[in-house]
């Protein structure tokens, strides 16, 4: 986020990696955030994100495979830490369960979810 952005709708400008939330939220959203970061930031952002999440997180972030195969070269920003899909889930499913679409439900959370959408 830019400082003009945080200025103008009064955000905060924090480092997802050291950034300790006072308080969970219903809805997290995280957008192509993680990949600027190193392994050890990413993983502590993931962490903090745990944290903040009370119920659902959208998560978009843009795994090795994605940047090979489907990722236009030409408009995206390649200046960045690719990772699998595998290190990702690995640190995500200490707290979530994949919902689909970029969602992730935290396991903390009262959220109902039905048989077929936990994927047993």
Known sequence: MSEHACAK???????ISTWQPSRG???????SVLRYLPNS???????NLAVATKRVMFLEVPTSSDLKHIVDRQSTDFDI???SGEWYR?????HFMQAGAGLWIAKA???A????????
């Open 113 to 120: 979810l039905y048989e077929f959408e936990r994927g047993v």
């Open 90 to 94: 690995k640190r995500l499913i200490k």
């Open 9 to 15: 709708y009064h955000h905060e400008l924090r480092d």
């Open 81 to 83: 830490y690719a990772r």
């Open 41 to 47: 930031n990413a993983e502590a952002a993931i962490e």
């Open 25 to 31: 939220f219903d809805l997290v959203i995280c957008q």
């Open 109 to 111: 959370s009262d959220i």
